[in-house]
């Protein structure tokens, strides 16, 4: 069965500094897909980054990158120039597929509280 | 676009009581799904709609649990009755059906649910 760990309950950075948080996940499938949501505390999950598993470029996406390492299943978000806004929830997820129905589910890691500090 | 709609935003609500939630997606998503995410854990799929036909509910205690998706557009979630565990945010989520949900799903703001 598929989970993903996230191992740092809480962290924080101080405004303006690079902060990496970090994620395993364990899998016998070859192709997913990895994603990184942010729940601020307006409680709404939104979508930072995501990651095919069949690249080997790490994504970005502005001040967000990752750096996955397929062979050691390592995820971890790499959040440069850290602003106050960036204080939330971090959560880590792996996209499994269902093959009886060819639909995919989520799997969320425990989440990383992340707070910046002025 | 506008996203996706949930209500209430809070309910509170006393042990054996009857609560409902209702979700209205981006519109043209052809998936809905209803998450429970209890304090300090991740979002765990409660059950997953594809138009108004069920794809996944294996999570879902259908004993106090209930949901539907009428004309593969809104939905809502119920519980009857409320168990003090219940306390928990129901986060609704819609995405475009596979393989274009691999872009990621939207979210709405959920339903923070305190039963006492």
């Known amino acids: 069965a598929q989970t993903v760990t996230q191992s740092q309950p809480e962290m924080s950075v101080q405004e303006a500094e690079t902060v990496t948080l970090s994620c395993t996940y364990d899998?016998?499938?070859?192709?997913?897909?990895l994603f990184w949501y942010k729940q601020p505390p307006s409680r709404q999950m939104i979508l930072v980054i995501r990651?095919?598993?069949?690249?080997?470029q790490n994504a970005t996406e502005n001040r967000f990158s990752v750096n996955f390492q397929k062979a050691a299943k390592s995820f971890s978000l790499k959040i440069s120039d850290s602003q106050l806004g960036d204080t939330a929830m971090y959560f880590c997820?792996?996209?499994?597929?269902?093959?009886?129905?060819?639909?995919?589910?989520?799997?969320f890691g425990t989440g990383t509280r992340l707070k910046v500090l002025a | 676009e506008a996203g996706v709609a949930q209500s209430p935003r809070y309910k509170i609500i006393e042990k054996r009581q009857s609560v409902a939630f209702w979700c209205n997606p981006i519109?043209?998503?052809?998936?809905l799904y209803w998450y429970q995410q209890i304090l300090g854990q991740g979002p765990k799929l409660l059950i997953q709609?594809?138009?108004?036909?069920?794809?996944?509910d294996s999570q879902l205690p259908k004993d106090r649990f209930s949901a539907e998706r009428l004309k593969g557009v809104d939905s809502t979630l119920k519980i009857q009755p409320a168990k003090l565990e219940d306390s928990a945010v129901y986060l609704c989520?819609?995405?475009?059906?596979?393989?274009?949900?691999?872009?990621?799903?939207?979210f709405g703001s959920g339903t923070r649910l305190t039963v006492v």
């Open positions: 990651q095919e598993a069949y690249k080997q």
């Open positions: 899998t016998s499938e070859n192709n997913y897909y």
């Open positions: 519109s043209g998503h052809a998936t």
């Open positions: 709609f594809q138009n108004n036909g069920v794809v996944d």
């Open positions: 989520a819609s995405s475009q059906p596979p393989p274009r949900s691999l872009d990621g799903y939207t």
């Open positions: 997820a792996f996209m499994k597929h269902r093959a009886t129905s060819g639909t995919y589910k989520y799997i």
